[in-house]
């Protein structure tokens, strides 16, 4: 529960800087639709897939993919109903969180290894 909260917090921090960044070098950002700029709301959704992902495959545990299935539902809809035709998007930024959170859990498990051994 813990990593959900964080990967919130860090998608609701991390939106605004994040979707500055993309606007000013790598994409073009409008006005909003109506006054209202649902582009924050997209980039949340975005970050949280990622960190949730992320969070979830590096701290593994029992039915790891469950638990990101379950809470990637809320933002896969979400995306799904502003955006429908990218989604691929959303779904590249989950592997690439993916891999990430794979590659950090083989290293912790080479730095930090199980504290039970063989030995006794």
Known sequence: MLCIIIATGFAYY???????????????????????DLGILVWIAFLYIFFITMFL??????????????????AILFELTID??????????????WGL?????????????PRTSKHG
Not at 15 to 35: E, I, K, L, S
Not at 84 to 97: E, K, M, S
């Open 14 to 36: 991390l939106a605004a800087p994040v979707q500055d960044f993309y606007c000013a070098n790598m994409g073009q950002c409008t006005g909003g639709f109506f006054g209202f």
């Open 57 to 74: 495959t590096v701290l593994g545990g029992r039915h790891q993919y469950w638990w990101i299935g379950i809470f990637l539902v809320p």
């Open 84 to 97: 429908p035709l990218h989604i691929f998007f959303p779904i590249i930024l989950g592997l690439i969180a």
């Open 101 to 113: 959170g794979t590659m950090a859990n083989k290293t912790l498990q080479k730095l930090a290894p």
